[in-house]
């Protein structure tokens, strides 16, 4: 799991404007969660953890700031499997990998992001690379 930089936290609010997006209180609260877990978490997942700490949270303010950042370019929306949306704050491109025994998701870097050259009359504008299998935590496990 990526270690998160006390400076990536603390600058929430500035990069957030850089991606056009006004950082009210969830939208902060959200971001900050994605950033500090760096666990592609469902929203459900982000609802659970946030309401224990934000009661007043609904989960349909967690499903509108998600989709508000990932509109702005700020999150990625990474889809596993088809039923399953996570979300992702390392926006860079990157190959992800979903273990099938215990449904994580890890970010792996070292593994080099494919070229994609398409015909010209093509505009791609998102490229996902997911590997499944199972995961180290696992296979010692």
């Given amino acids: 799991m990526k270690k998160t930089v ?3 936290i603390d600058g929430i609010p500035e990069r957030l404007r850089s991606f056009g997006v006004r950082p009210l209180t969830h939208r902060v609260d959200v971001y900050r969660y994605l950033i500090e877990q760096n666990n592609h978490p469902t929203a459900d997942m982000i609802h659970n953890d946030l309401v224990k700490i934000l009661p007043s ?16 370019g700020a999150v ?19 190959v992800h990998f979903k273990c099938r025994l215990c449904g994580k998701v890890y970010d ?34």
Avoid: W
């Fill in 6 to 8: 006390r400076s990536e």
């Fill in 57 to 72: 949270l609904s989960k349909t303010t967690v499903y509108n700031v998600l989709n508000h950042l990932c509109e702005k």
């Fill in 76 to 94: 990625h929306r990474v889809n596993v499997e088809q039923h399953e949306a996570r979300y992702d704050a390392m926006i860079h491109d990157h």
């Fill in 108 to 141: 792996l870097d070292e593994i080099p992001f494919p070229t994609i050259d398409p015909p010209t009359d093509y505009s791609i504008e998102i490229v996902q690379v997911i590997i499944g299998g199972i995961c180290p935590d696992c296979q010692t496990g």
